[in-house]
């Protein structure tokens, strides 16, 4: 498990490997190569926000601030309601490619937000009195049993948290 120094590590590579295959969809033509990049995303954002919201985040509450908190849950809300979206659309259908886009603005904006240097989420846990290490592992176990259970079959449907959706 030392492959990452500690949660922070992990969590920065499950950055960098979404932001490549978002770079790999725009540069991708064909709808089927299109269509498995877009699960790929979809997968890895899932894992990665049921790791942060089942371990990382609350390891963090009343330890970092509350709205640093707050606002990355509804940034995973956002997130949550596209990537349930494109996991039953297709390539050829209206929007496909803008939903992809925006989805990419939305996670560099939280990925932005987690990362800033002097007070961004990750900032704050480094000086928070928080064990990385042992998170680290905890995520771990946890992201490699989400991404088996990935290979066999769907993970469950993304379920917003903190935002109360109304019909229209």
């Known amino acids: 498990m030392a492959e990452y120094t500690d949660a922070i590590a992990l969590l920065k590579a499950d950055h960098r490997k979404v932001e ?38 609350p390891a963090l509450r009343d330890k970092i601030e509350d709205d ?10 956002g997130a949550k309601l596209l990537v349930n979206d494109l996991q039953t659309a297709f390539p050829d259908e209206q929007y496909y490619d803008a939903k992809v886009t925006v989805l990419a603005e939305e996670i560099r904006h939280h990925v932005a937000e987690e990362e800033r240097p002097s ?27 989400l ?11 993304a379920k917003p948290s903190a935002l109360k959706l109304i019909a229209a």
């Open 119 to 145: 007070d961004g989420m990750f900032a704050q846990a480094r000086k928070a009195d928080v064990d990385l290490v042992a998170l680290r592992d905890q995520m771990l176990a946890r992201k490699q049993a």
């Open 68 to 77: 640093t908190l707050d606002e990355a849950y509804v940034e995973h809300d």
């Open 20 to 57: 490549a295959l978002f770079e790999a969809f725009e540069k991708a033509r064909d709808s089927k190569r299109k269509r498995e990049i877009v699960q790929e995303i979809c997968t890895e954002l899932k894992v990665h926000t049921m790791i942060e919201e089942e371990i990382f985040y």
């Open 147 to 157: 991404m088996a259970k990935a290979g066999s079959k769907a993970l469950p449907t």
